[in-house]
């Protein structure tokens, strides 16, 4: 039995812009939009996070002390 995926908005609205070849050029800078699109999002949900809860680098210092692995069993 197979699933059919449906697209979702930014797919189809991808296709019906980018509907023609791009160079390899285009296509890297296209990209990069995106990849920095995507990171600025998530640099300022972070930034709101920190501020919401007076975070700084305190916390950041005790986060990369803290030992979170699981113990294995024996």
């Known amino acids: 039995m197979s699933s059919a995926r449906k697209l979702s908005n930014i797919q189809l609205e991808l296709l019906k812009v980018f509907s023609f070849d791009l160079s390899e050029e285009q296509l ?11 990171a600025d999002k998530i ?4 930034d709101k996070l920190f501020d919401d809860n007076n975070w700084g680098e305190e916390q950041v210092e005790k986060w990369s002390n803290e030992h979170m692995r699981t113990k294995y069993k024996d």
């Open 43 to 46: 640099t300022n949900q972070m």
């Open 28 to 38: 890297k800078e296209i990209k990069d939009l995106l990849s920095k699109y995507f």
